[in-house]
């Protein structure tokens, strides 16, 4: 094989024109929905109407529906919200940190991973407040000036969470709406129905392409990225202290933070190739979410796995190399207790399944990869139930011990939680650029001066 | 081309970044200050070409971000160290390495909030939905593929002849003039807009009546208010006379309730010896219960002369001889029993506390009615040796 590394790949394959790139990612928002979508659709909102049955019976009932008992007081709502949490991080870290690291190829792809962000963050949200039971009380979770003169307990990791959690969606919402301007210019001068054009003015701001404004946009797009980076990993490093910060052995490790932000993009990325996998067929999209994407893509997935498989390594060894008993306790409960069907899952998807990425021909195999992304999603699943679960379910107190059973309603809403996310993301595909305009016609072939002919020629 | 309209300017298209940015820096060079590069997305090296200024709009970040940190952490002093300290897990109430996180957090929000929104509002001047670039040709093409230059009639060399020319020289796709559009008036007051307004702002407080008033009095919400338990002065079906609350079983005495076998008579028995002395502790207690029970009748100094006064029949002073005559017991009594307008103050005040007012009250008789030879006393106790 005969590869030239000195040149980068072109972002964009098959040398489109820029109007070709456009009318490719705009033909979507342009036709009316297919069969395929309306499928597509209906089996996610069946999903999603599931959810919210089960969800009415937990309001109406109480938490009493789920499986959660003493001592698991943590169940689905919290394995959940960390796993959506962490689904998340992918979307910050290709368009922050890959931006930062001037990786062009995160154009075609950066949209899209933004997106999913925002709705995997509002699934994420959506579990700690129905946690609590009384969803309409969430208010409470917010410092303000009440009768009572109380505040909320900033020392408490629970309070980090909502600001972290709130931050991270506004800063997301925001970045993935700055990125968007140009593309709804772009849209309104494109459309031709008047109902779209006002709409995509609304939203455009009537932004007018003008490099008066082009400079200060990248510099902001610069300052958001230096903002987001850090704040990508302080989110999953906060939802790691509410576990860090407690006594309960298993949980009170000073490796979570690294290990929670590890998976987090690990799980994240693994959510982004699967759902990619089929945009790119559906939309046709081969050609800006091409095969080196998703093979650069698998080479994050092969890292943060191996991450991932290191801390558990690690784990193991500090509950040994500390002496105290009761981690040691809990880390041989957790390979060979009662959740050991659930621990070796974890262990096998996240860890063993992905060093097949080490083989070129899977890395851009798209079946071989689409089954792995999925397991490492099943596998990233089962890591934070074996975390929550495992770890409460036996503590310091043998006569507490409990076996935690999910219910029907448990398993209703974590399906639920699904629905909404791919609900929005197949709404998502219909209505806005699903790759950004701007950025992938600027980094295509022969879209910026060459050298001889242009701004370095002083 | 009708004349009549005003120029905004006079735009040229090309088809290449290359042929862009000879054209910005030919016009630049030319002396043109007023005049604008559209492409559909950032040209490299655009801002040297077009001689623009770095972007100045990190300092609002600077600014807003240093906000937010110092923001955050004066609120989190302020609440966990002034308004309601509390310790929570043995930490200072100023807990630094806990206030961190949230520290971090609200930077990040305020500096990229804030830093997108003067971008967009004061750097942009956006939003402009009446400019008049938009529904021109030129703004479709270089919203899509080409890339174009405006030279607009507020530049002080703006000439329509002359700019058409020199735009001409650099050899374009395209050269268009661009008019500002006919200015459209919009009347705030059209009735569309007022029913509108009034639309929303019944669906707003309705709403709002129907959630905090109605909603949350519903199942499921009323749950917590609602619970299958007895409440004091509830029926209950578990009894047979419907009750919730219940009486003592029949010749039981409930802990601390003794009965009171003085109850209605005016002449109390001399029997009634108070059990307590006073000591510090106990004048302490009576004290504390005379102000809550007794002042506001009797006043503060049991003076009679309360904040009440007028509005009662005028509560006696507890200063008159009489009051003074009254043995222990008889002001234990009174206390227990009432008198006149006065209620019964037993299921207030317990047996205990009942003396010590009484302790209490005799020290403000005393202190009110201070003799000579008490002055004396107190100055022995003191060790003061003025004589006078």
């Known amino acids: ?458 | 081309m009708n004349n009549d309209k005003k120029i905004f300017g006079i735009a040229a298209t090309f088809k290449t970044p290359d042929e862009i940015i000879n054209a910005a820096k030919k016009v630049s060079s030319s002396g043109f200050t007023e005049f604008d590069v559209n492409t559909p997305y950032p040209v490299h090296g655009m801002d040297k070409a077009m001689k623009i200024k770095p972007s100045k709009l990190g300092f609002v970040t600077l600014v807003m971000g240093l906000s937010g940190a110092s923001i955050a952490l004066l609120f989190m002093y302020w609440t966990m160290s002034v308004d309601y300290p509390m310790v929570i897990g043995g930490k200072p109430f100023f807990a630094l390495p806990a206030f961190i996180p949230v520290t971090f957090e609200l930077t990040v929000l305020l500096a990229t909030v804030s830093t997108v929104i003067a971008m967009i509002a004061l750097f942009f001047r956006l939003p402009d939905n009446k400019h008049p670039l938009h529904d021109t040709d030129y703004m479709k093409s270089v919203s899509a593929d080409k890339y174009g230059i405006v030279i607009e009639s507020t530049d002080s060399k703006f000439d329509e002849k002359s700019v058409t020319d020199f735009l001409k020289n650099l050899n374009p796709l395209k050269i268009e003039i661009i008019y500002y559009p006919p200015e459209d008036s919009y009347p705030i007051f059209q009735p569309k807009f007022i029913i509108f307004l009034i639309v929303v702002a019944v669906l707003v407080s309705g709403g709002t009546y129907i959630t905090l008033n109605k909603l949350l009095y519903t199942v499921p919400y009323n749950f917590m208010m609602d619970q299958d338990k007895l409440n004091p002065q509830k029926p209950s079906e578990l009894f047979a006379d419907g009750r919730g609350m219940r009486t003592p079983v029949e010749g039981t005495v409930a802990r601390g309730f003794m009965p009171y076998p003085y109850t209605g008579q005016t002449n109390p028995p001399e029997v009634l010896a108070n059990p307590y002395l006073p000591t510090k502790e106990n004048l302490e207690l009576g004290k504390s219960k005379f102000l809550t029970y007794c002042s506001p009748c009797h006043g503060n100094f049991a003076d009679g002369d309360s904040r009440l006064r007028g509005q009662f029949p005028n509560p006696p002073t507890l200063h008159s001889t009489r009051a003074r005559d009254f043995s222990d017991g008889m002001i234990y009594h009174i206390i227990t029993n009432g008198q006149n307008v006065m209620p019964s103050y037993a299921s207030q005040i317990t047996r205990e506390e009942r003396w010590a007012v009484v302790n209490y009250i005799r020290v403000l008789q005393r202190a009110k009615n201070a003799s000579d030879s008490d002055l004396i006393e107190m100055k022995k106790e003191t060790g003061s040796n003025v004589t006078n």
């Not at chain 1, 969800?55 to 959940?80: A, C, D, E, H, K």
């Open chain 1, 1 to 458: 094989m005969n590869i030239d590394y000195s040149q980068e790949a072109p972002t964009v394959a098959g040398r489109l024109t820029l109007a070709q790139i456009e009318e490719l990612v705009a033909r979507p928002m342009a036709t009316k929905p297919d069969k395929k979508f309306f499928i597509a659709i209906s089996i996610s909102s069946a999903f999603l109407l599931i959810g919210a049955i089960c969800l009415g019976y937990t309001f109406y009932y109480g938490v009493g529906m789920w499986g959660n008992n003493q001592p698991v007081g943590w169940g689905f709502g919290i394995v959940n919200f960390v796993f959506w949490v962490g689904i998340g991080h992918a979307g910050t870290l290709i368009s922050a940190i890959l931006f930062l690291l001037r990786q062009k190829w995160r154009t075609g792809i950066a949209r899209f991973a933004e997106a999913m962000t925002i709705f995997a963050v509002m699934c994420a949200g959506i579990f700690p407040i129905i946690h609590t039971g009384r969803p309409w009380l969430a208010g409470y979770l917010v410092p303000y000036p009440n009768q009572h003169g109380l505040w909320v307990n900033f020392i408490s990791p629970l309070v980090w969470d909502v600001f972290a959690v709130s931050t991270y969606f506004t800063v997301s919402f925001v970045f993935w709406y700055v990125g968007l301007i140009p593309d709804f210019a772009t849209m309104r001068d494109r459309t031709v129905s008047k109902f779209k054009k006002t709409i995509y003015s609304m939203f455009s701001l009537g932004w007018r392409h003008s490099n008066r404004h082009w400079t200060h946009y990248e510099k902001s797009y610069i300052l958001l990225a230096g903002f987001a980076t850090p704040l990508v990993l302080s989110v999953h490093t906060i939802v790691s202290f509410d576990f860090a910060v407690s006594i309960l052995p298993g949980w009170h490790t000073t490796i979570f933070p690294p290990y929670f932000v590890a998976g987090a993009i690990f799980s994240g990325f693994a959510m982004v190739v699967t759902v990619l996998l089929f945009v790119r067929k559906i939309f046709n999209l081969e050609h800006i979410i091409t095969l080196n994407h998703l093979e650069k893509m698998n080479k994050v997935i092969l890292l943060t796995g191996m991450m991932v498989g290191y801390s558990y390594a690690m784990e193991f060894f500090i509950a040994w190399y500390s002496g105290v008993p009761a981690e040691t306790f809990v880390f041989i409960n957790r390979a060979f207790g009662p959740y050991a069907w659930a621990y070796w899952i974890m262990v096998s998807c996240n860890v063993i399944i992905p060093q097949f990425f080490w083989f070129r021909k899977i890395r851009r195999s798209i079946p071989a990869m689409f089954v792995i992304v999925i397991l490492v999603n099943v596998g990233m699943w089962f890591e934070r139930f074996v975390i929550v679960v495992t770890s409460l379910s036996r503590d310091f107190l043998p006569s507490s011990w409990a076996y935690f059973k999910p219910t029907i309603f448990d398993l209703g809403i974590l399906l639920g939680s699904f629905g909404l996310f791919f609900t929005l993301v197949i709404l998502f595909t219909k209505s806005l650029p699903v790759v950004s305009i701007s950025e992938v016609k600027a980094s295509a072939d022969g879209a910026q001066p060459t050298h001889h002919g242009g701004a370095y020629n002083e």
